[in-house]
Structures are given as C-alpha cells and as structure tokens.
C-alpha cells in the first residue's frame, strides 16, 4: 500500500463511526474522516451475518484489493472504514475498485469543497 496505514483499534473504528460521513450502496459503506496525516487509513469489517470465516475472508481480500488499485485515486488525508454488505457476495474487487473510484471519491470530493466540517 502507497499511502495507507491500518485501523486496528476499535477507538478508532468508533471515531471514524460517530464523526465521520459515509458512502454506501448494495454491497459495501464506507465511513471516512479527516485524520490531518499525509497519508490515509483504512480498516475493513465484515459481520458474522456474512457468511463463515472462508465467506468473510474473501470479501476482506477483495476489498483490500480494490483500495490498492483505486488508492492513487483517493484523496490523501482520511481515515476510512469499509464495511462489507450481504451484496458483495459474488463481486469482484473491480466492482468495489469502480465504487472506490466514482462513488467515494466524489463523494469525498464534495463534501470537501462544501467545506462541510469532518
């Protein structure tokens, strides 16, 4: 990853939860939140509702794997919690890339010119 620390703790999560602003659509929502650091953060969840460990797993892999390949296309600067959605069963990581890519990253976009409070 170029730009990217992992979230680990759950304070974090929480922050990024309460402060933050969220992208969603059928199979994944994203939380993002200022962090005032050049470089980004990103944590991944996914809920037992999913499926089991091997179900879980994969939906983490090809999140993480979207994020790397659209991470030059995102904003610098943000904190951001994926969380994976019953929908993504069966999607590839370039479907949650063309998420990451015209979704979220005008979604981030927007509220930043707005100059909406993060």
């Known amino acids: ?3 990217t620390d992992i979230i680990k703790s759950n304070k974090e999560f929480s922050r990024v939860y309460k402060k933050g602003r969220y992208c969603t659509n059928e199979f994944i929502c994203v939380y993002y939140l200022r962090n005032n650091t050049p ?3 990103l944590g991944i969840t996914v809920s037992k509702k999913l499926g089991n460990a091997v ?3 994969r939906a983490k ?28 069963k069966g999607k ?6 063309r998420f990451f890519v015209r979704n979220l990253n005008a979604d981030i976009n ?5 100059g909406k409070k993060q």
Do not use: C, H, Q, W
């Not at 994020?67 to 919690?81: A, I, Q, T, W």
């Not at 590839?92 to 890339?97: G, P, R």
């Open 110 to 114: 927007r509220s930043f010119k707005k």
């Open 61 to 88: 892999r090809i999140i993480r794997a979207a994020y790397r390949e659209s991470e030059r296309s995102l904003p610098l600067g943000y904190d951001l919690v994926a969380v994976a959605r019953a929908g993504i």
């Open 92 to 97: 590839k990581s370039t479907d949650i890339k």
């Open 55 to 57: 179900e879980r797993n």
């Open 1 to 3: 990853m170029l730009f």
């Open 39 to 41: 470089y980004n953060k």
